[in-house]
């Protein structure tokens, strides 16, 4: 078998829903053992997320594949007993509860860390272990907002909307992802103890920002919602098509403008000395818009796109997800994966990022039954780790 990046690191997986599980699924992708302990009964409650086949949530086959289940009342000692008893042979645990729960449950950074120095533990919470709002619950959405995000989603002068996908607990995951590495290296290669990573949600929206926070700082700049621009980074919108499709240009390169103007037919823009850099641009925003869009509203989406792709000028369509299953970019990098669900049916599922050449990802086993692996907790300390019991 081809070794993976993360062959024989055990990770104890106690959240639920997104945030940790995202995490646990990562680390998973490449080869580690999570074992996700699930309440008895009802497991995880995405098992009943969105859209369910057979009863069970296809969101589920990707958010827990790799992955073994066993099931654990957490909030009973026996329960409490048995996730110590994983967490002494665990190189990892991850959780995403309010911050002291795990604490009343006697399962805490200070307990655990006691029974395995070694340990890494991951916390993933709506705002942190410390500070005046770490007791209130806080789910991704109210990270997004927090955090910045949903100001400025959205049209101006409307209502902000949400992303339609669950960012702010994705991005804590990758968040929480980068911090059990790094915690790794400094223990494996550095001869270190296990530590905490202390991962809140409106933290990660917020670190992905950009300049948001040193413009309001230096000019008093309250940056706002502006659709489908790119505000102060010129050409960057999206341009309707004679055929009532969009194209989405990144022009803003200084060199990519020069050859985008060609391109459409317009030398004056091509070579007016005060559009040669962004900060130019920017003052002429709506110019260069009208400009561009004059252009594409009097051409098919296909036709655009076939001229500025010769142009070398960044430009694409706006994908539904019927456009990505289909696509052959996609397919050629294999974005997209079958997998057999728990139903026994075959079932197409997002590929593996990233693409690591010696030691890559792979789904290696589809999503657990609820409580699939509960003989092999039963068996008592050592239970075998994914990669023995492969080989």
């Known amino acids: 078998?081809?070794?993976?990046?993360?062959?024989?690191?055990?990770?104890?997986?106690?959240?639920?829903?997104?945030?940790?599980?995202?995490?646990?699924?990562?680390?998973?992708?490449?080869?580690?053992?999570?074992?996700?302990?699930?309440?008895?009964?009802?497991?995880?409650?995405?098992?009943?997320?969105?859209?369910?086949?057979?009863?069970?949530?296809?969101?589920?086959?990707?958010?827990?594949?790799?992955?073994?289940?066993?099931?654990?009342d957490l909030r009973e000692p026996e329960g409490q007993e048995a996730a110590r008893a994983l967490a002494a042979e665990a190189d990892v645990v991850i959780e995403n509860f309010k911050p002291g729960t795990l604490e009343q449950w006697g399962l805490g950074w200070e307990r655990l860390h006691a029974l395995n120095p070694r340990l890494i533990m991951l916390?993933?919470?709506?705002?942190?272990?410390?500070?005046?709002?770490?007791?209130?619950?806080?789910?991704?959405?109210?990270?997004?907002?927090?955090?910045?995000?949903?100001?400025?989603t959205g049209e101006p002068g409307r209502v902000p909307v949400r992303v339609g996908v669950s960012i702010g607990?994705?991005?804590?995951?990758?968040?929480?992802?980068?911090?059990?590495?790094?915690a790794l290296y400094h223990r494996d290669a550095r001869g270190g103890e296990g530590q905490f990573i202390d991962v809140a949600l409106y933290?990660?929206?917020?670190?992905?920002?950009?300049?948001?926070?040193?413009?309001?700082?230096?000019?008093?700049?309250?940056?706002?919602?502006?659709?489908?621009?790119l505000p102060g980074i010129v050409p960057s919108n999206a341009y309707r098509c004679s055929d009532g499709g969009y194209v989405l240009v990144g022009g803003n390169g200084d060199s990519i403008f020069r050859r985008l103007m060609a391109a459409i037919g317009r030398p004056d823009l091509e070579n007016d000395p005060a559009l040669a850099q962004n900060d130019g641009r920017a003052k002429h925003t709506a110019r260069i818009d009208a400009a561009i869009e004059a252009w594409t509203t009097a051409r098919t989406q296909d036709e655009v796109l076939g001229v500025l792709d010769a142009a070398r000028v960044p430009a694409g369509r706006i994908y539904s997800v019927a456009?990505?299953?289909?696509?052959?970019?996609?397919?050629?990098?294999?974005?997209?994966?079958?997998?057999?669900?728990?139903d026994g049916r075959p079932l197409r599922v997002p590929g593996v990022v990233p693409k690591l050449s010696a030691t890559p990802g792979s789904l290696e086993h589809p999503a657990p039954r609820l409580g699939e692996h509960d003989a092999d907790m039963r068996a008592g300390p050592g239970w075998p780790r994914r990669a023995e019991r492969n080989s």
């Open 1 to 72: 078998m081809t070794p993976k990046a993360l062959d024989g690191i055990r990770v104890l997986e106690l959240g639920q829903l997104i945030a940790g599980p995202f995490a646990g699924k990562t680390l998973a992708d490449f080869g580690a053992d999570v074992i996700k302990v699930e309440p008895p009964g009802t497991g995880d409650p995405l098992r009943k997320w969105r859209l369910l086949r057979d009863g069970t949530s296809v969101w589920w086959e990707v958010q827990s594949r790799n992955k073994r289940s066993v099931c654990l």
């Open 123 to 152: 916390r993933i919470s709506g705002y942190g272990q410390t500070g005046p709002y770490k007791d209130r619950p806080g789910f991704g959405v109210i990270g997004e907002s927090m955090g910045g995000l949903r100001h400025l």
């Open 169 to 182: 607990d994705t991005l804590a995951a990758l968040h929480g992802v980068i911090g059990v590495l790094l």
């Open 203 to 229: 933290e990660s929206v917020f670190n992905v920002m950009e300049s948001l926070l040193p413009e309001y700082d230096a000019f008093g700049a309250v940056r706002e919602r502006a659709g489908s621009a």
């Open 323 to 342: 456009d990505i299953a289909r696509d052959p970019q996609y397919l050629a990098r294999e974005m997209i994966v079958e997998t057999v669900a728990g």
